[in-house]
Nanobody, 125 residues
Framework: QVRLVDVGGGLVQAGGSLRLSCAAS????????MGWFRQAPGKEREFVAS????????IYADSMKGRFTISRDNDKNTVYLQMNSLKPEDTAVYYC??????????????????WGQGTQVTVSS
């Protein structure tokens, strides 16, 4: 059983930065594709970014390209999401996720079978 704990959310002004972290335990972290998703009030969960096992492959949602950076440290069993130039529309609960099985591209929530509890990010204008 894989357990994910994501932290690092908070309140920030527009244009500011936050760094989210997600620590994994109970499995072999280095073999998983990891992803970040977010869900704003009244909206469906949406893909943010994903990273392959060796960090060689990263994918971003178009609206996050150039502002967000996903990274991982396999020695620390942790995945990160550095968020810069934050906008009010980035306000959401952010979830990390682990895909332990077959992954096509890692952009669909249905490819992930373990989820963190979520961390709230609020961007004020």
């Amino acid at each position: 059983q894989v357990r994910l704990v994501d932290v690092g959310g908070g309140l920030v002004q527009a244009g500011g930065s936050l760094r989210l972290s997600c620590a994994a335990s109970g499995g072999t972290f280095s073999t998983y594709r990891m992803g970040w998703f977010r869900q704003a009030p009244g909206k469906e969960r949406e893909f943010v970014a994903s990273i392959g096992r060796s960090s060689a492959s990263t994918i971003y949602a178009d609206s996050m390209k150039g502002r967000f950076t996903i990274s991982r440290d396999n020695d620390k069993n942790t995945v990160y999401l550095q968020m810069n130039s934050l906008k009010p529309e980035d306000t959401a609960v952010y979830y990390c996720a682990a895909a332990t099985g077959m992954v096509v591209r890692g952009v669909s929530e249905y490819e992930y079978n373990y989820w963190g509890q979520g961390t709230q990010v609020t961007v004020s204008s």
